[in-house]
């Protein structure tokens, strides 16, 4: 049934199989109540008996033993003479050692038997179950020298066969059985009764998720990754109350049968999805059936401190590095878990005790060197000055921080060549935009010799500390470990932030890279039975898949692989592969969807099998990773086809009618200009025209709608037209263009009658109006004074262009200036030419 | 003296000036106001018409003579007399290539879509292709390119100057605007060249830095009439999205799968045809490095590591695919992808498209009309223009055809 991969499978990227609880992902643990044990463990007597027989009793003393025996862990029970297996005995480490490896898988310490044991809650020393797994898990790897690479193999096991479909799937809005009682009290009923005292928003202890919400809705949201409607027993409201005896009301067993029942009362109400039988589908399975494979290669050999936020739930995220004090770090304020291992910080902080934190000082400073590592998301990109992850007392005082501004990250150390407050800061340089909203591997080394150096994604910055190395034996002590915030509160940092690890010495690059490469959280290996659909026994299409975050699955490398290594497949078409969830296949993130391939013995190899692609997806989540049912759907697979599901038709653009805006409009700047060069003949290179054009063309009209015509486009208008008609007049061509007309005689001699004025008129309203056109004023409303009939709609009196001659004629009842006729001329060409009659088109 | 003279002089000259300014300003007043109803029965229908179409072609009033024969031909036949106000053969026309066209095409030519841009090569071709006459569908992947005959400085492959000049001095771009290929001039190799999409100006705007999305966007925007919003489908397989989109923005894959697949699914496979192309702000041109991804194709890998990797310049068209996207009307549309190889086959994709065709109606009719097609008949002008403008890619006959439709009654 198992198909072992030995250590050549590293060619194929597979990760490795360490440090991985599945447990731990279901939660589990002791009542939320009780206060985590961060005291190094209680040590047993001095030891005096035999040293330890070999360099493996040595290592095992130093690295496990030493840990457990302690009366606050295992030592208050299996020591000699007590419960067995007696492997934290004081007395002897070498019977110890005999006893230990009975409950300690080698090859894969996540698996053993003990880690099972803290794990599953049998007397973890913490609140949270699963951390206690991942610290014994730790103490063994170090032990085994699990740390080191190579030589580990990943066992592949074959998922039991089960078809799809036939699943129940919680609709988007609460079911009325939800929240009515029936023959039980309802799920709502029980969870608003007895966990609203924490589970609440409003609770004066609250604690997420808030399923015990007053509203409906936001009730029935959070409870129903907490809800498997095909096995209500294995429901995570039934396990914590039953199993887990977690704040029952009465009886824990009782109670967790009345919510089993509750939750198959709301099953019963809802229909399962059957997947179409005729669709050539997979057999199908969900993420926790795959087999682990996080947890890689990473390097910890120095490790002081490690947040990996398995719990999941609760207020406190656990330092599982197994180095004591634990310095576990509170949560609060907005703070909220993420699917797949993390915590969201919108408005809040995780921070451990001064106390708890006091080992920072005394690890780092003892070595003179540190790294910080982490995997974040910075929620965006316009952040400034904000904390990640700080060390620190103040706003002012610090001994390190690694912090964000903008797209830069910025690492504060303090030292013998830096400030108080670890300034001058480092920072990533600005145009190389280095942090980025997504999920980044951030890690910061500070060393004697380089000083502080930056390294995102496995790489290094190439920003160099201009303030070089230092000591930092001015580190203070009584500052605080925080995540997200500054202590005080004040630079708030939002993002997610899914593993940090403490180590107190500078990493490599290459210690930085391979910690980059075992990635954060927790993967599986899925494989898809496909033996039914095609001649080839244990075949499988096998993905690497994980929890993205709280919204999402990433699903990538699709292998297919036959687990009987002597099984060739031949030649199999394979087109078009879907991924469905509970029963259907999601429209979005189907990337395999115009996968065109054929399977081969050419590009098949019984210990990799064959790639079917490199590019990954993401699939939305249902129902949360214990309950969604993934399954794969093909179009053609070998001799089969049959379109599993077909793109939506598109729906042609239903069009509204609108009234139509005005049919006139205003002509823009380019054509006023070039409207009035063709209307007065004069060139547009001319100087002054030219000149003023060019000063004022972004401020005449650019559109052409006559509702978007301001009063500071006529005050540029009429620059420009002045501009032209003095142009105009003072050319040689104004006697051509004013046949008649002595410009340069005076007023009173030119323009005494109205046949005078006409001589000045009419070639204006000629070449810039226009003659007859129905469209336009005609030359005899534009010289005449218009008295509309209904002065209330239409305006007041209007002079007309006799009147405007005649009043700039009058020259105050004296006699007028020479050049005064020309002024005239110029002005009423003005008037004229800016005039809407021109403009308007 | 010489300086008192002058000194008088000056003076002299600014109270004339003043002067001006306020007989002009009371001129104005009385002008601004100088809105009287129109004597709609004085006229004949088609000298308003004719006035009106040469207004909204040309952005200038004809002259009185010129008017008299619009008016005839109007009479006659709307169609063919806008077609003879366009005629570049003679210089009633000028204003339509120099200020009409002009402003039509400038505000493609950059991110701000700004009307004030300087001229272009982008906005010349435009231009001289309408001129020419020539298939207006060849304007995203013709090796074609107008520069100015006669104009100093030269055409430069580094710089507008030769554009800024011939805007500056007020060339009669009816005259001066010749035909040329940009792969004389910019030493691409001439299956490099797709029309304004290899453009100084576009490759300026929209290859300067980023991802080169951004000159996908703006064609399909400034060509196809829709912007990124419009197109948004979430259905499209996203198996060639680019690694530097992360799958969870600020740690929330849910907005990825709702919004960023929306565009990326259909953009990245398509953008990819301008793998090849960058825009070198050291010497200010276009770079064309035939087989070698630039490498802001590379960018930011480690936002989604199993994200797709581009290797060459190969594109597809997955709005072909049964969706909503197919309402762009692609040619010969069956339901299957099409693909190719670089900008000139992408941009031949987008011009044969049912939407270049509605766009360019859209667009002209805009600008002729001055409004957006408001109800049926309107669209229904839109539709039948572009579906003339279907065969043969005649653009100079869809503003025609719109300046007949809204010559007014």
């Known amino acids: ?841 | 003296m010489s300086n008192m003279n002058s000194t008088h002089r000056a003076a002299r000259g600014n109270a004339r000036r003043s002067v001006l300014v306020k007989v002009t300003a009371l001129a104005l007043a009385i002008a601004t106001f100088a809105s009287v109803p129109h004597d709609a029965s004085a006229d004949a229908l088609s000298r308003r018409q004719a006035k009106r179409m040469y207004d909204r072609l040309t952005g200038t009033p004809p002259t009185p003579a010129l008017l008299n024969d619009l008016e005839t031909r109007v009479a006659q036949d709307k169609v063919s007399a806008a077609l003879y106000m366009m005629d570049a053969s003679d210089p009633r026309s000028s204003a339509f290539y120099s200020t009409t066209l002009k402003n039509f095409a400038t505000p493609w030519t950059n991110r701000d879509r700004t009307v004030f841009a300087p001229l272009n090569d982008y906005t010349a071709t435009v231009i001289g292709m309408v001129k020419d006459d020539l298939d207006f569908r060849g304007i995203l992947s013709d090796d074609i390119v107008y520069i100015g005959q006669g104009i100093t400085p030269a055409y430069s492959t580094t710089n507008n100057d030769h554009y800024v000049a011939m805007e500056n001095n007020n060339a009669d771009l009816r005259v001066v605007l010749q035909r040329t290929t940009q792969s004389s001039l910019n030493g691409l190799p001439p299956n490099a060249t797709a029309g304004i999409i290899t453009s100084r100006a576009a490759a300026e705007a929209f290859f300067i830095d980023g991802t080169n999305r951004a000159m996908f966007r703006f064609t399909l925007l400034n060509h196809l009439c829709h912007d990124m919003e419009q197109v948004h489908d979430t259905t499209r397989p996203p198996d060639r999205i680019r690694q530097d989109v992360t799958r969870s923005p600020g740690g929330d894959s849910s907005l990825f799968l709702n919004n960023c697949i929306g565009c990326h699914s259909g953009m990245d496979p398509m953008a990819q045809a301008f793998a090849y192309y960058d825009f070198d702000e050291t010497q200010g041109r276009l770079v064309y490095t035939a087989g070698q991804v630039q490498p802001k194709y590379l960018i930011n890998s480690d936002n989604f590591k199993p994200g797709y990797i581009t290797t060459d310049d190969h594109w597809e068209n997955r709005w072909r695919l049964s969706g909503k996207n197919t309402v762009l009307d692609w040619a010969g549309q069956d339901g299957t992808i099409r693909s190719g190889n670089g900008a000139k086959t992408l941009g031949e994709e987008l011009a044969a498209s049912g939407a270049f065709a509605q766009c360019q109606a859209e667009k002209v009719f805009r600008t002729v009309c001055f409004r957006s097609p408001s109800d049926q008949a309107d669209r229904d002008q839109v539709t039948a223009s572009a579906n003339g403008f279907k065969s043969g890619g005649d653009l100079k006959r869809v503003f025609a055809e719109t300046a007949a439709y809204c010559a007014g009654n």
């Open chain 1, 1 to 841: 049934m198992k198909r072992v991969f030995h250590s050549s499978v590293a060619r194929l990227g597979l990760l490795a199989l360490v440090a991985v609880v599945v447990l731990s992902g279901c939660g589990g643990g002791a009542a939320t109540t009780t206060n985590p044990v961060t005291t190094p463990p209680t040590s047993g007597p001095t030891y005096t008996g035999p040293a330890p027989a070999n360099a493996d009793i040595q290592a095992f003393r130093i690295n496990f033993w030493e840990n457990v025996r302690g009366t606050n862990r295992c030592g208050n029970c299996h020591t000699a003479g007590g419960q067995m297996p007696n492997f934290a005995r004081s007395d002897d480490v070498n019977m110890a050692y005999q006893q230990a490896v009975t409950v300690v898988n080698r090859e894969n310490p996540s698996q053993s038997i003990i880690v099972a044991k803290v794990g599953g809650g049998h007397n973890c020393w913490l609140a949270d179950a699963g951390a206690c797994a991942s610290i014994m898990t730790r103490w063994i790897q170090d032990w085994v020298g699990a740390a080191g690479t190579g030589g580990r193999q990943i066992e592949l096991v074959e998922p039991t066969p089960k078809d799809p479909g036939s699943t129940r799937r919680l609709p988007a809005t609460a079911p009325s059985a939800y929240f009515t009682d029936g023959s039980s009290r309802s799920v709502y009923t029980l969870v608003t009764t007895y966990c609203s005292d924490c589970h609440r928003s409003t609770a004066a202890t609250k604690q997420s998720p808030f399923f015990a919400a007053a509203d409906v809705q936001e009730s029935y949201q959070n409870a129903m990754p907490k809800m498997n409607l095909d096995d209500p027993l294995n429901s995570r409201f039934v396990i914590r109350l039953g199993r887990e005896s977690h704040n029952c009301w009465s009886d824990c067993t009782a109670n967790a049968a009345e919510m089993q029942a509750a939750i198959q009362m709301l099953a019963d109400s809802i229909t399962p999805t059957q997947v179409d039988p005729n669709l050539i589908t997979s057999k199908a399975l969900t993420l926790f059936d795959g087999t682990v494979a996080s947890g890689g290669n990473r390097y910890e050999n120095n490790l002081i401190a490690l947040y990996e936020f398995k719990s999941g739930q609760g207020t406190t995220a656990f330092d599982t590095s197994g180095v004591d004090p634990a310095a576990d770090l509170t949560l609060s304020g907005d703070v909220t878990w993420v699917g797949g291992w993390g915590i969201n910080i919108r408005s809040g902080k995780a921070q451990a005790s001064t106390t708890a934190s006091r080992k920072f000082q005394q690890m780092m400073t003892a070595t003179g060197e540190y790294s910080i590592e982490a995997w974040v998301v910075p929620g965006n990109v316009t952040q400034e000055d904000a904390r990640i992850i700080s060390y620190s007392g103040s706003t002012s005082a610090r001994n390190f921080t690694m912090g964000q501004t903008l797209y830069n990250y910025d690492f504060f150390n303090r030292s013998s060549v830096t400030g108080s407050n670890g300034t001058p800061q480092l920072s990533t340089a600005d145009a190389d935009e280095r942090l980025q909203a997504s999920l980044q591997h951030v890690v910061m080394t500070y060393d004697p010799v380089n000083g502080r150096r930056i390294y995102v994604n496995g790489e290094f910055t190439g920003d160099l500390d201009g303030a070089g190395g230092g000591t930092l034996g001015d580190w203070d002590n009584s500052f605080a470990f925080v995540l997200g915030n500054e202590v005080s509160n004040n630079r708030q940092w939002q993002g997610v932030i899914r593993l940090v690890a403490i180590h107190n010495r500078a990493l490599t690059l290459q210690q930085i890279q391979q910690n980059f490469q075992a990635g954060v959280g927790e993967k599986f290996f899925m494989l898809f039975g496909v033996s039914h659909l095609i001649n080839v026994p244990k075949a499988y299409v096998m993905f690497e898949a994980s929890q993205y975050d709280s919204a999402g699955y990433l699903f990538t490398n699709p292998k297919f692989i036959s687990l009987d290594a002597s099984a060739m497949p031949g030649s199999i078409p394979l087109k078009g592969m879907r991924i469905g969830v509970n029963g259907a296949e999601p429209q979005v993130g189907q990337a395999y969807r115009l996968m065109d391939t054929v399977i081969a013995d050419a590009n098949y190899s019984a210990a990799t099998g064959q790639t079917l692609s490199t590019v990954g997806t993401i699939i939305g989540l249902e129902q949360g990773p214990a309950s969604d049912e993934f399954y794969l759907c093909f179009d053609v697979l070998g001799t089969r086809s049959n379109v599993c599901s077909t793109y939506a038709q598109a729906v042609p653009p239903t069009f509204v009618n609108v009234p139509r805006p005005s049919d006139i409009g205003f002509r823009t700047f380019d054509k006023i200009n070039a409207t009035m060069a063709a209307v007065t003949g004069v060139s547009p290179n001319t100087a002054g025209v030219k000149t003023t054009f060019t000063n004022i063309r972004q401020s005449l009209p650019a559109v052409d709608s006559i509702e978007a015509f301001l009063s500071s486009h006529q005050t540029a208008i009429a620059q420009l037209a002045i501009q032209y008609c003095d142009a105009l007049v003072e050319s040689g061509q104004a006697q051509a263009y004013f046949p008649g007309l002595q410009l340069n005689s005076a007023p009173s001699a030119v323009f005494n009658t109205n046949a005078g004025k006409d001589l000045l008129i009419d070639p204006l309203i000629n070449n810039m109006i226009g003659s007859n056109v129905g469209s336009q004023p005609s030359a005899a409303e534009l010289k005449n004074t218009y008295t509309p009939s209904n002065q209330a709609t239409d305006g007041p009196t209007r002079p007309g262009l006799y009147a405007l001659i005649d009043t700039l004629s009058a020259c105050g009842g004296g006699a007028c200036p020479a050049g005064r006729t020309k002024l005239i001329a110029k002005a009423t060409c003005g008037a004229v030419l800016g005039s809407g009659a021109v403009l308007i088109d």
